[in-house]
């Protein structure tokens, strides 16, 4: 039962005097912070704001869709404890409403007849009136112990069922497809769709029918695709978390006479109901800790790893229970229990612990269906360029409208014609275009197998700064091979190594722990387990036996025997008739119990026992100074340390091997009931098993082409530190010329005093004597933790210069991703397995290398198991944000080409036609837009990354000389025009518009070649895209589209000359016939100061040479000292070494 009168808080930063009005909570993603606030619905308020939104013509309700917060004035503030609604807002400054229900609730710990709860996206907040504030109803259990939770194993009644449904909520995941209306309601709120609904209203009005059709075709088309897009998501991540209330489950009921089983539905599962697992196994419906009995289970949805776990209950003890300490013990929500194993006639049981969306499944869906948001430079910059474009429209509208009025024109003109301004200088179809980079993008990396669920995330890839790796599977091969024992002979000191197990006494504790310190099992009759245990069991030959309940050899059952092959024909089931006169015992070794593989304990143990002898005996293996610190001192060889360090810098996995003989007086009991702590001392040591793991082919050459884009590098992974070292150099992640500085810890002289920081030089044995510039520092996990906390003046430097970090828990691993974004950088993850998920969420750029249902929860994921996905996605991503670049710039160029050339023919009386716009709007930007879009990646990584920021001087100046030669272009052929003596102006009027005149004819063929111009000057993106001839597309549409206008600037035809409402060619005007010429004069000379003025002035290399002259002229010499002065615990400027 939950412990409500004694749960507390976990946040006090909240008000004391008078009742709370707002609390901060813990929120259950990423543990970010929520603010919530009490209020109360207020009807009178509520008329109030309909009412103005009526007035309004119900635009404020547009607004809302996207800046809900002001539905806030609905409301009335109020206290926690009488609030009827709760205002969440998260650390992103989202607002969200959500309605406190009430029930009623009879528990004999809870005071209260009534519970108070809210549900923020899937979670649930209870109110505790003792506490006066709310906390996440999961926070009821985080300190229940494990003799707590093995205490009660007759499970709960039904009464207190039906109570803590109530409590906790129904045991379901289930996520509601969308429906139809509900997508189109969201996508139609969407500001794209508004200013477009607006722009096609505006353009009927107009008589623009034409285009206004053409882009309410095409917008309705892309509403559609957006809906079933998002209803086969919608699908998809209902049929990802499944139902529970398809199917039943076997609970423990307490009775009169102990307890009875019980069928309930899966859905009314709740944290301290007893599951009784079936001996075929299951599918998990809820996160449980197993009591009795052991279980083999696949955990490939959440890890990604198809190697079957075996899991088994816990010691009892008053550690507090957690799912992320005691995975060994905890069956997952969603994984496949294949079979279960028990003793006699007990039963398999296991206690739930966790339901719903608070369990391992649970926790996932979540994390896909509300993912962390990231601002990216580019994104920002475009918004306030937007708004820039809006500033700008508003000049043109007001000029607009004091040309009408001093025209005397009519109100309806002056509407009309001051409105087109805004669909002009912000085009309708920015946003389709600006995807259009980043779609093909994805359809190209689809072809590489690499598959994306957000594709915005692409760009953010074309600005990699640093990339994190895992090692194992990762840069390397998944599998191991076994390279050699190392035995320890009786004299404490290390043997010749073993490449070949007959070279052992097939009865040495070496051999027997090799042969039975595994988690190995038989399904099927096939060995299943770790692959490094399939190696370790396959190289001693011997053979795995796991007997039926009817073998009673030992002090009790036993799970599973091991032999070698010599006594593979002995009559093993005749040994209750067994005679030593005329029968010799069998050798084999009974698997008592096995202490399986934690991370945080970085070993493994089991308890056998020989057939026949008086003792059990405790094998362990695991990392070589786990064990060493487990064995007696006299036991370890003299160079223990430098033959560890001899295999693991040449690249080899090391494992560390031990035994030790238990007390004649423990019988199977008591095996299964005591620590591990407990024997985990004064332990033999018995040598080395040596496993080489080698690199992916993949892997060396991607790492050097990433070092020659400047893309910095980072293992991280939770293997031996040596060892990956070792990995490093080996695929040059660490350059030949530079030197690796090993941080560890020294023994501090005081309980009080931090521990010391020792660095030392890898391979020199001393201290580092050069500047820091000239190292790449290592660290283990536990470094690392003292470095956090004691020592935050240091990780600046570890975050610029570390590189190899070893022995690193999955929780390590999330916590270094977030400090190196702390720095500003854009970071990347990949790895391939459960330990990496939370970093490859955490990162800007999450690649997952495993197809596991937990890996969706990275942005990316790669079928191809390398990491040559990595050197794709930044090709990608590159091409992709210089494509973005590119048509946001040709865009905004082209609505200021024809902003100007709208101003200037309203001045002279005059508009373009509606076949005008529709070939500038729909055929020419259109196709162009789309053309640019097309570009493909450049064939290599380069030092030079693309530019991300939109008001950069090296992107906004040569925008603005673009926009002012622009005008100046058009000014000139006007002026041109004017000076001609044939001319005649259009004669004005309040109303006068004329089309089909010489300045509009003017101004639209030279208007035309500009847009011309700006494709083909953006169209330049190598090195990030191809050669620009290597377009077809738009080498094709140039060409094309070049030639028609100017065909219609030397039209012969009166027909297409009146329907582009044009000045028609007359052979006998010879004047107007030469003037036809210098207007196309005026289009090539643009072209030639467009290029030149791009390729001077867009180099980023000129503004930071002159940056860097200029910062060199104003700062002071003495700043010129070595990166190193920065670091006050750098050796050659601190008094020693040790820290």
Not at 500 to 528: E, F, M, R, W
Not at 632 to 654: A, C, I, K, Q
Not at 733 to 756: A, D, F, H, I
Request: net charge neutral; aromatic share 10%; charged share 20%.
């Amino acid at each position: 039962m939950p412990n409500m009168n004694n749960a507390s808080v976990t946040n006090e930063e909240y008000e004391v005097i008078g009742e709370a009005q707002w609390q901060i909570l813990e929120g259950s993603a990423d543990d970010q912070a929520i603010r919530i606030y009490g209020y109360k619905y207020s009807r009178l308020r509520s008329t109030i704001f309909h009412t103005i939104c009526v007035s309004l013509c119900g635009l404020p309700y547009f607004a809302l869709a996207y800046h809900p917060a002001y539905n806030r004035f609905k409301y009335i503030k109020c206290s926690l404890k009488t609030a009827e609604d709760i205002c969440v807002i998260d650390s992103e400054g989202a607002f969200t409403i959500e309605k406190v229900e009430t029930v009623d609730l009879n528990l004999s710990n809870h005071r209260d007849n009534k519970l108070r709860y809210f549900i923020y996206q899937h979670s649930r907040y209870i109110w505790l009136n003792d506490q006066g504030a709310f906390i996440n109803v999961q926070a009821l259990n985080e300190k229940l112990t494990i003799n707590l939770l093995m205490e009660n194993m007759s499970g709960i009644n039904k009464r207190q069922q039906n109570e803590l449904i109530k409590l906790y909520g129904p045991n379901s995941v289930e996520v509601e497809v969308k429906k139809y209306w509900t997508i189109f309601r969201n996508e139609v709120f969407n500001p794209f769709y508004l200013f477009q609904i607006f722009s096609i209203i505006l353009w009927s009005l107009d008589e623009y029918y034409q285009y206004a059709t053409c882009v309410f075709i095409l917008s309705a088309v892309s509403c559609m695709m957006a809906l079933y897009q998002t209803k086969q998501m919608s699908i998809k991540i209902h049929n990802m978390a499944g139902s529970t209330s398809s199917f039943t489950v076997t609970v423990l009921r307490p009775s009169r006479s102990g307890r009875e089983e019980c069928v309930v539905n899966a859905s009314r599962l709740v944290p301290g109901d007893v599951l009784v697992l079936p001996a075929d196994g299951c599918v998990m419906p809820c996160d449980a800790m197993l009591l009795t009995g052991s279980c083999i289970v696949n955990e490939s949805m959440l890890t990604g790893e198809s190697v079957p776990v075996m899991k088994g209950p816990p010691c009892p003890s008053s550690e507090v229970y957690s799912t992320e300490n005691h995975k060994r013990h905890t069956l997952f929500a969603g994984t496949h229990v294949i079979q279960t194993r028990f003793y006699g006639n007990n039963q398999v049981l296991a206690k739930v612990v966790r339901t719903g969306f608070y369990t391992a499944k649970g926790e996932l869906i979540k994390s896909i269906l509300f993912p962390k948001q990231f601002d990216f430079q580019f994104y920002k910059d475009a918004v306030k360029f937007v708004i820039f474009m809006f500033c700008i429209a508003a000049v043109g509208m007001a000029y607009s409208i004091w040309l009408y009025v001093q025209r005397g024109s009519s109100l309806g003109t002056i509407i009309l014609r001051t409105l087109d301004i805004i669909t002009i200088v912000v085009p309708p179809a920015l946003p389709a275009a600006m995807t259009a980079g980043i779609v093909y993008s994805q359809q190209r990396l689809k072809k590489n197998r690499i598959f994306c669920v957000s594709p915005p995330k692409i760009i953010i890839c074309g600005k990699l700064q640093v990339m994190c790796f895992d090692k194992t599977g990762t840069l390397t091969e998944d599998g191991l091979d076994l390279y050699a024992v190392i035995p320890c002979n009786q004299d404490e000191s290390f043997g010749r190594c073993v490449d070949d197990i007959n070279a052992l006494p097939v009865k040495s504790p070496l051999v027997q722990a090799l042969a039975a310190c595994h988690s190995l099992t038989s399904i099927l009759g096939q060995l299943k387990g770790d692959p490094l245990d399939l190696k370790m069991f396959e190289f001693t030959q011997w053979i795995l036996e796991e007997p039926g309940p009817e073998n009673t050899r030992y002090d009790n059952l036993t799970p599973a025997i091991v032999k070698p092959p010599t006594a593979r024909n002995e009559d093993l089931q005749n040994l209750d008739n067994y005679d030593p006169l005329t029968m010799e015992m069998p050798y084999e070794i009974g698997l008592l119990r096995r202490f399986h593989f934690s991370s945080s304990q970085q070993s493994m143990g089991v308890i056998a026992r020989v057939l026949g002898q008086p003792s059990m005996v405790y094998y362990v293996k695991g990392a070589p100074e786990k064990i060493a610190g487990m064995c007696d001192p006299m036991s370890l060889p003299d160079n223990f340390s430098s033959t560890l360090n001899e295999y693991t810098s040449n690249g080899f996995r090391v494992i560390g091997l031990a035994y030790k003989k238990l007390d004649r007086k423990m019988k199977w009991m008591d095996a299964q009931r005591i620590k591990r702590e407990m024997i985990e001392y004064g332990m033999t040591f018995l040598g080395f098993l040596v496993m080489q793991n080698s690199l992916k082919p993949e892997t060396t050459h991607v790492i050097k082409e990433l070092h020659e884009a400047n893309m910095r590098q980072i293992m991280v992974t939770g293997d031996n530190i040596m060892t990956a070292m070792s990995v490093a150099r080996g695929c040059f992640m660490v350059q030949p010329q530079q030197k690796v500085v090993l941080v560890t810890l020294g023994l501090p002289q005081t309980s009080e005093q931090r521990p010391p920081l020792i660095m030392e030089v890898v391979g020199e044995g001393g201290p580092p004597k050069l500047s820091l510039d000239d190292y790449v520092i290592a660290m283990e996990g536990k470094t690392w933790a003292v470095v956090r906390i004691h020592y935050p003046e240091f990780m600046p430097t570890v975050m610029s210069k570390g590189m190899i970090f070893g022995r690193f828990g999955p929780d390590q691993k999330t916590q270094l991703i977030t400090a190196l974004q702390g720095e500003g950088l854009i970071v990347g993850m990949c790895g391939d397995g459960a330990n990496d998920c939370g970093a490859l969420k955490a990162a800007h750029v999450g690649i997952s290398l495993s197809e596991a249902d937990a890996s969706v929860a990275a942005p990316f994921t790669s079928q191809e198991q390398n990491i040559r996905c990595v050197k794709l996605l930044a090709l990608e991503g590159r091409c992709a944000l210089s494509t973005s670049f590119a048509i946001f710039k040709y865009m905004a160029l082209y609505s200021l080409i024809q902003f100007f050339s709208i101003l200037i023919l309203y001045n002279f009386f005059s508009i373009l036609g509606n076949n005008q716009f529709l070939y500038i709007d729909l055929v020419l930007t259109t196709l162009l837009a789309l053309s640019l879009g097309r570009a493909r990646a450049g064939p290599a990584l380069t030092r030079a990354s693309p530019p991300v920021s939109l008001v950069a001087p090296a992107s906004l100046l040569p925008l603005l000389l673009q926009v002012a030669l622009v005008l100046l272009v058009q000014v000139l052929a006007t002026l041109l025009l004017f000076a001609q003596p044939w001319f005649k102006s259009v004669e004005g009027g309040p109303d006068v518009e004329q089309v089909k005149c010489w300045e509009n004819t003017v101004i639209f063929i030279v208007t035309s070649f500009q847009y011309l111009i700006m494709a083909c000057v953006y169209a330049k993106g190598w090195p990030f895209r191809e050669p620009f001839c290597s377009n077809y597309y738009m080498v094709i549409t140039l060409a094309t589209q070049a030639v028609f206008v100017i065909l219609l600037l030397f039209c012969p035809w009166k027909s297409l000359a009146e329907y582009m409402e044009i000045e028609e060619m007359k052979s006998a005007e010879i004047e107007q016939n030469y003037f036809r010429i210098y207007i196309l004069i005026i289009p090539v000379i643009h072209l030639l100061l467009a290029v030149g003025v791009e390729a001077t002035f867009s180099d980023p290399q000129l503004f930071s040479s002159i940056y860097r002259s200029f910062r060199n002229l104003t700062s002071d010499k003495k700043e010129e000292a070595s990166a190193d002065a920065e670091c006050p615990l750098w050796p050659p400027h601190s008094p020693a070494h040790v820290c």
